[in-house]
Protein backbone atom coordinates (compact mmCIF):
# COMPACT_ATOMS: atom_id res chain seq x y z
CA UNK A 1 0.00 0.00 0.00
CA UNK A 2 0.99 3.49 -0.84
CA UNK A 3 0.87 6.79 0.75
CA UNK A 4 -0.94 8.96 -1.74
CA UNK A 5 -0.66 13.14 -1.14
CA UNK A 6 -3.28 15.16 -3.71
CA UNK A 7 -2.25 18.80 -3.30
CA UNK A 8 -3.92 21.84 -4.93
CA UNK A 9 -2.22 24.65 -5.66
CA UNK A 10 -3.55 28.51 -3.50
CA UNK A 11 -6.01 30.30 -5.89
CA UNK A 12 -5.26 33.17 -3.59
CA UNK A 13 -1.77 33.78 -4.30
CA UNK A 14 -2.37 33.66 -8.11
CA UNK A 15 -5.73 36.09 -8.36
CA UNK A 16 -4.75 38.92 -6.35
CA UNK A 17 -7.47 41.09 -7.88
CA UNK A 18 -9.99 42.54 -5.56
CA UNK A 19 -12.75 41.78 -7.58
CA UNK A 20 -10.87 38.59 -8.85
CA UNK A 21 -11.17 36.77 -5.67
CA UNK A 22 -14.93 37.67 -5.77
CA UNK A 23 -15.26 35.76 -9.20
CA UNK A 24 -13.13 32.92 -8.26
CA UNK A 25 -15.25 29.14 -7.44
CA UNK A 26 -13.44 28.45 -4.24
CA UNK A 27 -15.15 25.23 -4.03
CA UNK A 28 -13.51 21.32 -3.85
CA UNK A 29 -11.89 20.43 -7.03
CA UNK A 30 -13.86 18.15 -8.67
CA UNK A 31 -10.36 16.64 -10.92
CA UNK A 32 -8.87 15.08 -7.74
CA UNK A 33 -12.24 14.24 -6.30
CA UNK A 34 -12.88 11.99 -9.45
CA UNK A 35 -9.45 10.25 -9.31
CA UNK A 36 -9.38 9.33 -5.53
CA UNK A 37 -11.83 6.63 -6.05
CA UNK A 38 -9.46 4.60 -8.16
CA UNK A 39 -6.71 5.08 -6.06
CA UNK A 40 -8.41 3.62 -3.08
CA UNK A 41 -10.08 1.09 -4.71
CA UNK A 42 -6.40 0.28 -5.79
CA UNK A 43 -5.42 -0.47 -2.22
CA UNK A 44 -3.89 2.70 -1.47
CA UNK A 45 -4.30 5.47 1.61
CA UNK A 46 -5.20 9.09 0.18
CA UNK A 47 -5.01 12.22 1.93
CA UNK A 48 -5.53 15.78 -0.20
CA UNK A 49 -4.33 19.33 0.64
CA UNK A 50 -6.32 22.10 -1.16
CA UNK A 51 -4.66 25.48 -0.87
CA UNK A 52 -7.41 27.08 -3.15
CA UNK A 53 -8.70 29.04 -0.44
CA UNK A 54 -5.39 29.32 1.33
CA UNK A 55 -2.43 31.55 1.71
CA UNK A 56 0.41 29.99 -0.49
CA UNK A 57 2.82 28.40 2.59
CA UNK A 58 5.39 25.63 1.77
CA UNK A 59 5.36 25.46 5.89
CA UNK A 60 1.79 23.66 5.79
CA UNK A 61 3.20 21.46 2.99
CA UNK A 62 6.33 20.65 4.63
CA UNK A 63 4.08 19.77 7.81
CA UNK A 64 2.33 17.54 6.37
CA UNK A 65 5.23 15.47 4.53
CA UNK A 66 6.32 14.93 7.85
CA UNK A 67 3.09 13.61 9.45
CA UNK A 68 1.55 11.86 6.72
CA UNK A 69 5.14 10.34 4.75
CA UNK A 70 3.60 10.12 1.42
CA UNK A 71 4.82 7.75 -0.77
CA UNK A 72 3.45 9.62 -3.88
CA UNK A 73 2.74 13.69 -4.25
CA UNK A 74 0.35 14.70 -7.00
CA UNK A 75 0.10 18.02 -8.00
CA UNK A 76 -2.62 19.65 -10.29
CA UNK A 77 -2.88 23.12 -11.76
CA UNK A 78 -3.77 25.51 -14.38
CA UNK A 79 -1.02 27.21 -16.25
CA UNK A 80 -1.27 30.40 -14.02
CA UNK A 81 -0.80 28.41 -11.12
CA UNK A 82 2.05 26.04 -12.37
CA UNK A 83 4.68 28.16 -11.07
CA UNK A 84 3.31 27.23 -7.59
CA UNK A 85 3.22 23.25 -8.72
CA UNK A 86 7.21 24.13 -9.60
CA UNK A 87 7.65 25.05 -6.23
CA UNK A 88 6.06 22.52 -4.51
CA UNK A 89 7.56 19.87 -6.27
CA UNK A 90 10.94 20.83 -5.94
CA UNK A 91 9.95 21.20 -2.09
CA UNK A 92 8.84 17.92 -2.15
CA UNK A 93 11.90 16.26 -3.85
CA UNK A 94 14.11 18.71 -1.56
CA UNK A 95 12.61 17.36 1.77
CA UNK A 96 12.78 13.60 0.33
CA UNK A 97 14.93 12.70 -2.97
CA UNK A 98 12.20 9.48 -2.72
CA UNK A 99 8.91 10.93 -2.55
CA UNK A 100 7.60 9.98 -6.43
CA UNK A 101 6.31 13.15 -7.81
CA UNK A 102 3.42 13.51 -10.36
CA UNK A 103 1.85 16.52 -12.25
CA UNK A 104 -1.46 16.38 -14.03
CA UNK A 105 -4.18 19.18 -14.92
CA UNK A 106 -4.67 21.63 -17.23
CA UNK A 107 -1.06 22.79 -18.10
CA UNK A 108 0.71 19.70 -17.67
CA UNK A 109 -1.32 17.95 -20.20
CA UNK A 110 -0.59 20.99 -22.83
CA UNK A 111 3.03 20.88 -22.20
CA UNK A 112 3.68 17.49 -20.57
CA UNK A 113 7.53 17.65 -21.41
CA UNK A 114 8.47 20.90 -20.38
CA UNK A 115 6.45 20.54 -17.74
CA UNK A 116 8.24 17.26 -16.28
CA UNK A 117 11.37 19.12 -16.84
CA UNK A 118 10.52 22.34 -15.29
CA UNK A 119 9.44 20.73 -11.90
CA UNK A 120 11.42 18.01 -12.18
CA UNK A 121 8.62 15.91 -11.89
CA UNK A 122 9.45 12.36 -12.13
CA UNK A 123 6.18 11.72 -14.20
CA UNK A 124 3.64 14.01 -15.50
CA UNK A 125 0.26 12.41 -17.15
CA UNK A 126 -1.46 14.27 -19.91
CA UNK A 127 -4.78 13.82 -21.13
CA UNK A 128 -7.96 11.96 -19.02
CA UNK A 129 -5.64 10.86 -16.20
CA UNK A 130 -8.80 9.46 -13.97
CA UNK A 131 -7.13 5.78 -13.81
CA UNK A 132 -3.97 6.67 -14.40
CA UNK A 133 -2.47 7.82 -10.81
CA UNK A 134 -3.57 4.70 -9.24
CA UNK A 135 -1.47 2.75 -11.92
CA UNK A 136 1.70 4.57 -10.84
CA UNK A 137 1.21 3.99 -7.14
CA UNK A 138 1.00 0.88 -8.05
CA UNK A 139 4.60 0.55 -9.22
CA UNK A 140 3.23 -0.37 -12.79
CA UNK A 141 6.24 0.08 -15.31
CA UNK A 142 5.78 3.68 -16.34
CA UNK A 143 6.64 1.85 -20.56
CA UNK A 144 3.37 0.11 -19.35
CA UNK A 145 1.44 3.17 -18.47
CA UNK A 146 -0.17 4.95 -21.16
CA UNK A 147 -1.08 8.98 -21.63
CA UNK A 148 2.32 9.82 -19.45
CA UNK A 149 5.64 11.61 -20.06
CA UNK A 150 8.78 9.76 -17.88
CA UNK A 151 12.34 9.71 -17.80
CA UNK A 152 13.88 6.54 -19.12
CA UNK A 153 16.79 4.90 -17.80
CA UNK A 154 19.18 7.04 -19.22
CA UNK A 155 17.37 10.25 -18.40
CA UNK A 156 15.92 10.86 -21.52
CA UNK A 157 12.14 12.59 -21.77
CA UNK A 158 10.08 10.17 -23.02
CA UNK A 159 6.39 10.45 -23.87
CA UNK A 160 4.02 7.22 -23.94
CA UNK A 161 1.17 6.70 -25.97
CA UNK A 162 -2.13 8.60 -25.28
CA UNK A 163 -4.53 6.81 -23.40
CA UNK A 164 -7.52 6.09 -25.02
CA UNK A 165 -10.73 8.82 -23.87
CA UNK A 166 -13.13 7.17 -21.60
CA UNK A 167 -15.52 6.39 -23.90
CA UNK A 168 -18.90 5.42 -21.25
CA UNK A 169 -18.19 8.41 -18.67
CA UNK A 170 -20.97 5.98 -16.61
CA UNK A 171 -17.75 3.89 -16.22
CA UNK A 172 -16.56 6.64 -13.94
CA UNK A 173 -17.06 6.57 -10.24
CA UNK A 174 -18.48 9.17 -7.82
CA UNK A 175 -16.58 12.28 -6.88
CA UNK A 176 -15.18 11.27 -3.16
CA UNK A 177 -15.86 14.22 -1.18
CA UNK A 178 -14.50 12.72 2.12
CA UNK A 179 -11.40 14.15 2.05
CA UNK A 180 -11.67 17.97 1.58
CA UNK A 181 -13.24 19.99 4.78
CA UNK A 182 -16.64 21.16 2.94
CA UNK A 183 -17.15 23.77 6.10
CA UNK A 184 -14.32 25.61 4.92
CA UNK A 185 -15.27 26.17 1.61
CA UNK A 186 -17.99 28.39 2.71
CA UNK A 187 -15.82 30.99 4.65
CA UNK A 188 -15.10 32.70 0.72
CA UNK A 189 -18.65 32.20 -0.64
CA UNK A 190 -19.80 34.83 -2.93
CA UNK A 191 -23.20 35.32 -4.36
CA UNK A 192 -21.63 37.04 -7.27
CA UNK A 193 -20.76 33.63 -9.13
CA UNK A 194 -23.71 31.45 -6.73
CA UNK A 195 -26.53 31.77 -4.58
CA UNK A 196 -26.55 28.75 -2.52
CA UNK A 197 -23.85 27.37 -0.49
CA UNK A 198 -22.40 24.65 -0.09
CA UNK A 199 -21.69 24.76 -4.05
CA UNK A 200 -19.34 21.86 -5.81
CA UNK A 201 -18.41 21.60 -9.66
CA UNK A 202 -20.77 18.67 -11.55
CA UNK A 203 -19.87 17.31 -14.69
CA UNK A 204 -22.23 15.84 -17.00
CA UNK A 205 -20.47 15.27 -20.31
CA UNK A 206 -16.92 15.94 -21.63
CA UNK A 207 -14.88 17.25 -24.97
CA UNK A 208 -16.34 19.98 -27.13
CA UNK A 209 -16.44 19.25 -31.16
CA UNK A 210 -15.63 22.72 -32.28
CA UNK A 211 -11.88 23.98 -32.44
CA UNK A 212 -11.87 27.60 -31.41
CA UNK A 213 -8.16 28.83 -31.52
CA UNK A 214 -7.63 29.75 -27.63
CA UNK A 215 -9.49 27.08 -26.06
CA UNK A 216 -6.85 24.38 -24.20
CA UNK A 217 -9.57 22.04 -23.15
CA UNK A 218 -8.80 19.60 -26.10
CA UNK A 219 -5.60 18.72 -24.17
CA UNK A 220 -7.47 17.11 -21.57
CA UNK A 221 -10.52 16.40 -22.91
CA UNK A 222 -9.66 15.89 -26.94
CA UNK A 223 -12.42 16.77 -29.66
CA UNK A 224 -14.99 14.65 -28.97
CA UNK A 225 -18.02 14.56 -27.03
CA UNK A 226 -19.30 12.17 -24.24
CA UNK A 227 -21.82 11.72 -22.07
CA UNK A 228 -23.39 10.44 -19.01
CA UNK A 229 -26.52 9.04 -18.92
CA UNK A 230 -29.68 10.89 -17.75
CA UNK A 231 -30.37 8.31 -14.96
CA UNK A 232 -26.25 8.73 -14.05
CA UNK A 233 -26.93 12.48 -13.87
CA UNK A 234 -29.98 12.17 -11.95
CA UNK A 235 -28.38 9.81 -9.73
CA UNK A 236 -24.92 11.48 -9.43
CA UNK A 237 -27.34 14.81 -8.33
CA UNK A 238 -28.76 12.81 -5.75
CA UNK A 239 -25.53 11.46 -4.72
CA UNK A 240 -24.38 14.91 -4.29
CA UNK A 241 -27.22 16.20 -2.26
CA UNK A 242 -26.58 13.89 0.00
CA UNK A 243 -23.21 15.02 0.63
CA UNK A 244 -25.35 18.22 1.42
CA UNK A 245 -24.21 20.04 -1.26
CA UNK A 246 -27.02 22.55 -2.20
CA UNK A 247 -25.72 24.47 -5.87
CA UNK A 248 -23.88 22.58 -9.06
CA UNK A 249 -21.86 24.33 -10.92
CA UNK A 250 -21.59 22.88 -14.26
CA UNK A 251 -17.88 22.33 -15.48
CA UNK A 252 -19.28 21.10 -18.87
CA UNK A 253 -17.36 22.31 -22.54
CA UNK A 254 -21.15 22.76 -23.48
CA UNK A 255 -23.41 21.13 -21.39
CA UNK A 256 -26.21 21.53 -24.42
CA UNK A 257 -24.22 20.35 -27.22
CA UNK A 258 -27.09 17.32 -27.01
CA UNK A 259 -30.26 19.26 -26.32
CA UNK A 260 -32.68 16.65 -26.40
CA UNK A 261 -30.62 15.14 -23.68
CA UNK A 262 -30.29 17.66 -21.67
CA UNK A 263 -34.14 18.13 -21.72
CA UNK A 264 -34.47 15.19 -20.67
CA UNK A 265 -32.11 15.36 -17.32
CA UNK A 266 -34.50 19.06 -16.54
CA UNK A 267 -37.43 16.93 -17.40
CA UNK A 268 -35.41 14.14 -14.49
CA UNK A 269 -34.99 16.59 -11.86
CA UNK A 270 -38.62 18.02 -12.61
CA UNK A 271 -40.03 14.19 -12.23
CA UNK A 272 -38.21 13.41 -9.18
CA UNK A 273 -38.49 16.79 -7.22
CA UNK A 274 -34.93 17.18 -6.66
CA UNK A 275 -34.19 20.56 -4.64
CA UNK A 276 -31.61 21.51 -6.42
CA UNK A 277 -29.96 25.15 -7.92
CA UNK A 278 -27.75 24.98 -10.53
CA UNK A 279 -26.02 26.94 -13.31
CA UNK A 280 -24.25 26.84 -16.33
CA UNK A 281 -21.52 28.91 -15.62
CA UNK A 282 -18.53 27.45 -17.40
CA UNK A 283 -20.93 28.48 -21.09
CA UNK A 284 -22.68 27.37 -23.72
CA UNK A 285 -22.96 28.23 -27.49
CA UNK A 286 -25.27 30.39 -29.11
CA UNK A 287 -26.65 28.41 -30.80
CA UNK A 288 -27.07 25.38 -28.88
CA UNK A 289 -30.81 25.68 -27.82
CA UNK A 290 -34.41 26.58 -27.79
CA UNK A 291 -37.33 27.86 -25.68
CA UNK A 292 -38.23 24.94 -24.40
CA UNK A 293 -35.09 24.11 -23.49
CA UNK A 294 -34.51 27.04 -21.33
CA UNK A 295 -37.98 26.44 -20.18
CA UNK A 296 -36.49 23.29 -18.60
CA UNK A 297 -33.81 24.43 -17.41
CA UNK A 298 -35.57 26.96 -15.23
CA UNK A 299 -38.06 24.89 -13.99
CA UNK A 300 -35.57 22.18 -13.14
CA UNK A 301 -33.57 24.66 -10.71
CA UNK A 302 -30.96 26.21 -13.09
CA UNK A 303 -30.99 30.15 -12.53
CA UNK A 304 -28.12 31.15 -14.69
CA UNK A 305 -26.37 30.56 -17.56
CA UNK A 306 -23.57 31.76 -19.18
CA UNK A 307 -22.60 32.39 -23.26
CA UNK A 308 -19.48 32.26 -25.07
CA UNK A 309 -20.05 35.27 -27.07
CA UNK A 310 -16.72 36.44 -27.50
CA UNK A 311 -16.92 39.10 -30.24
CA UNK A 312 -19.54 40.86 -32.04
CA UNK A 313 -18.03 40.27 -35.69
CA UNK A 314 -19.76 37.13 -37.42
CA UNK A 315 -16.40 36.77 -39.57
CA UNK A 316 -13.86 36.84 -36.17
CA UNK A 317 -15.80 34.48 -34.77
CA UNK A 318 -16.07 32.27 -37.87
CA UNK A 319 -12.30 32.45 -38.49
CA UNK A 320 -11.06 31.95 -35.10
CA UNK A 321 -13.58 28.21 -35.05
CA UNK A 322 -16.93 29.03 -34.11
CA UNK A 323 -17.88 27.29 -36.85
CA UNK A 324 -20.32 29.42 -38.49
CA UNK A 325 -23.39 29.11 -36.37
CA UNK A 326 -22.57 31.30 -33.81
CA UNK A 327 -23.16 34.47 -34.86
CA UNK A 328 -23.96 37.65 -33.75
CA UNK A 329 -28.04 37.28 -34.54
CA UNK A 330 -27.87 33.94 -32.89
CA UNK A 331 -26.51 35.82 -29.75
CA UNK A 332 -29.40 38.58 -29.44
CA UNK A 333 -31.75 35.26 -29.94
CA UNK A 334 -30.89 33.04 -27.36
CA UNK A 335 -30.54 36.27 -24.73
CA UNK A 336 -33.73 36.98 -25.63
CA UNK A 337 -35.29 33.02 -24.90
CA UNK A 338 -33.10 32.77 -21.74
CA UNK A 339 -34.28 36.18 -20.30
CA UNK A 340 -38.13 35.20 -21.49
CA UNK A 341 -37.51 32.08 -19.62
CA UNK A 342 -36.34 34.03 -16.03
CA UNK A 343 -32.52 32.85 -16.61
CA UNK A 344 -29.80 34.67 -15.19
CA UNK A 345 -27.67 35.65 -18.22
CA UNK A 346 -23.86 35.78 -18.31
CA UNK A 347 -21.44 36.80 -21.18
CA UNK A 348 -18.28 36.12 -21.46
CA UNK A 349 -16.37 38.67 -24.54
CA UNK A 350 -12.71 38.72 -25.17
CA UNK A 351 -10.50 41.71 -27.19
CA UNK A 352 -7.34 40.99 -28.73
CA UNK A 353 -8.49 38.05 -30.69
CA UNK A 354 -6.30 36.77 -33.64
CA UNK A 355 -8.70 38.06 -36.14
CA UNK A 356 -9.26 41.59 -33.99
CA UNK A 357 -9.41 45.05 -35.68
CA UNK A 358 -9.89 48.22 -33.84
CA UNK A 359 -13.21 47.68 -35.68
CA UNK A 360 -14.47 44.12 -34.93
CA UNK A 361 -13.41 45.07 -31.10
CA UNK A 362 -15.52 48.22 -30.89
CA UNK A 363 -18.56 45.77 -32.69
CA UNK A 364 -17.96 43.54 -29.92
CA UNK A 365 -18.04 46.92 -27.19
CA UNK A 366 -21.59 47.77 -28.78
CA UNK A 367 -22.99 44.01 -28.79
CA UNK A 368 -21.58 43.90 -24.95
CA UNK A 369 -23.30 47.22 -24.39
CA UNK A 370 -27.01 46.75 -26.17
CA UNK A 371 -27.58 43.05 -24.82
CA UNK A 372 -29.56 42.32 -21.85
CA UNK A 373 -27.12 40.82 -20.08
CA UNK A 374 -26.85 40.64 -16.05
CA UNK A 375 -23.22 40.49 -15.72
CA UNK A 376 -20.49 39.88 -17.89
CA UNK A 377 -17.03 39.69 -17.90
CA UNK A 378 -14.34 40.78 -20.44
CA UNK A 379 -11.04 39.41 -21.15
CA UNK A 380 -7.84 40.06 -22.92
CA UNK A 381 -7.67 36.91 -25.09
CA UNK A 382 -4.56 34.95 -23.79
CA UNK A 383 -2.66 32.21 -25.49
CA UNK A 384 -2.38 29.89 -23.26
CA UNK A 385 -0.32 26.56 -24.00
CA UNK A 386 -1.83 23.92 -25.94
CA UNK A 387 -4.10 26.20 -27.93
CA UNK A 388 -3.48 26.83 -31.55
CA UNK A 389 -3.14 30.21 -30.66
CA UNK A 390 -0.32 29.91 -28.78
CA UNK A 391 1.22 27.21 -31.53
CA UNK A 392 0.47 30.06 -34.58
CA UNK A 393 2.12 33.00 -32.28
CA UNK A 394 4.96 30.75 -31.03
CA UNK A 395 5.47 29.70 -34.56
CA UNK A 396 5.79 33.15 -36.00
CA UNK A 397 8.22 34.48 -33.17
CA UNK A 398 5.33 36.56 -31.47
CA UNK A 399 5.09 34.48 -28.02
CA UNK A 400 8.13 36.70 -26.11
CA UNK A 401 7.33 35.42 -22.53
CA UNK A 402 6.75 32.15 -21.15
CA UNK A 403 6.41 33.28 -17.19
CA UNK A 404 3.28 31.73 -16.74
CA UNK A 405 2.11 33.71 -13.76
CA UNK A 406 1.56 36.32 -16.08
CA UNK A 407 -1.18 34.16 -18.31
CA UNK A 408 -4.03 35.23 -15.92
CA UNK A 409 -7.41 36.20 -17.23
CA UNK A 410 -7.84 38.48 -14.41
CA UNK A 411 -4.60 40.33 -14.22
CA UNK A 412 -3.69 39.90 -17.85
CA UNK A 413 0.10 40.95 -18.79
CA UNK A 414 1.80 41.47 -22.44
CA UNK A 415 3.50 38.32 -23.01
CA UNK A 416 2.98 37.71 -27.10
CA UNK A 417 2.54 40.28 -29.82
CA UNK A 418 -0.67 40.61 -31.48
CA UNK A 419 -0.28 40.12 -35.89
CA UNK A 420 -1.66 43.22 -36.38
CA UNK A 421 -2.51 44.99 -32.91
CA UNK A 422 -0.21 46.84 -30.29
CA UNK A 423 -0.80 46.03 -26.76
CA UNK A 424 -1.63 49.80 -25.84
CA UNK A 425 -4.39 49.62 -28.45
CA UNK A 426 -6.06 46.40 -26.99
CA UNK A 427 -5.66 47.42 -23.65
CA UNK A 428 -7.54 50.65 -24.80
CA UNK A 429 -10.28 48.73 -26.12
CA UNK A 430 -10.29 46.01 -23.22
CA UNK A 431 -10.41 49.62 -20.56
CA UNK A 432 -13.40 51.11 -23.32
CA UNK A 433 -15.50 47.25 -23.13
CA UNK A 434 -15.83 47.46 -19.42
CA UNK A 435 -16.57 51.38 -19.60
CA UNK A 436 -18.97 51.21 -22.30
CA UNK A 437 -21.03 48.17 -21.61
CA UNK A 438 -20.96 48.73 -17.28
CA UNK A 439 -19.81 51.87 -16.14
CA UNK A 440 -21.62 53.80 -18.46
CA UNK A 441 -24.13 52.00 -19.48
CA UNK A 442 -27.69 53.40 -17.93
CA UNK A 443 -29.50 49.83 -19.61
CA UNK A 444 -27.16 47.75 -17.34
CA UNK A 445 -27.89 50.01 -13.93
CA UNK A 446 -31.49 49.38 -14.06
CA UNK A 447 -31.23 45.56 -15.11
CA UNK A 448 -29.42 45.12 -12.04
CA UNK A 449 -31.88 47.42 -10.02
CA UNK A 450 -34.56 45.21 -11.74
CA UNK A 451 -32.99 42.03 -10.61
CA UNK A 452 -32.00 43.03 -7.16
CA UNK A 453 -35.61 43.83 -6.03
CA UNK A 454 -36.81 40.84 -7.95
CA UNK A 455 -34.34 38.21 -6.40
CA UNK A 456 -33.83 39.65 -3.06
CA UNK A 457 -30.08 40.41 -4.12
CA UNK A 458 -30.33 44.15 -3.94
CA UNK A 459 -27.98 44.91 -1.14
CA UNK A 460 -25.39 42.47 -2.83
CA UNK A 461 -25.70 44.12 -5.80
CA UNK A 462 -24.46 47.24 -4.32
CA UNK A 463 -21.86 45.63 -1.96
CA UNK A 464 -20.29 43.86 -4.83
CA UNK A 465 -20.54 47.12 -7.39
CA UNK A 466 -18.56 49.13 -4.61
CA UNK A 467 -16.31 46.06 -4.81
CA UNK A 468 -15.55 46.69 -8.41
CA UNK A 469 -15.27 50.41 -8.24
CA UNK A 470 -12.50 50.00 -5.56
CA UNK A 471 -10.40 47.50 -7.65
CA UNK A 472 -10.62 49.92 -10.25
CA UNK A 473 -13.59 49.13 -12.67
CA UNK A 474 -12.38 45.38 -14.28
CA UNK A 475 -12.91 42.13 -12.56
Known amino acids: MARVLLINPSYKATYTNAMAKLCVPFYPILSLATIIPQVKAAGHDVQVIDLCYEDFDLRLIEDRLRSYKPDVVGLTGTTPLFSQVRTIAHAVKRYSPG ?10 SAVPEQSLEEANLDFVCYGEGDFTLAEIADGTTPQDIGGIVHRDGSGRIVRNAPKSWVKDLDDLPYPSWEHFDLRQYDKYFSRLIARQGPVCFF ?18 FGRTF ?19 FRELYLVDDI ?31 VDC ?7 LMRRAGCYKVAFGFESGDNRVLKEFGKGGKATVEAARNVVGMARKAGIDVFGFFMVGLLQDTEDTMEKTIELGRSLATDILKISICIPFPGTRMY ?4 EHGLLNDFDWDKYNVYNPKQMYRHPTLSWETIELYYRRAYQKMILLNPAFY ?30
Open 99 to 108: IVTVGGGAHC
Open 203 to 220: ETTRGCVFACNYCGSKNQ
Open 226 to 244: RKKSVERVIDEIKYHRSWG
Open 255 to 285: FTTDVPRAKAICEGIIREELDVTWSCTNGIR
Open 289 to 295: GDQELFD
Open 391 to 394: DELK
Open 446 to 475: WRRLVHGLRSGEFFYDIYYFLRFVAAGGRF
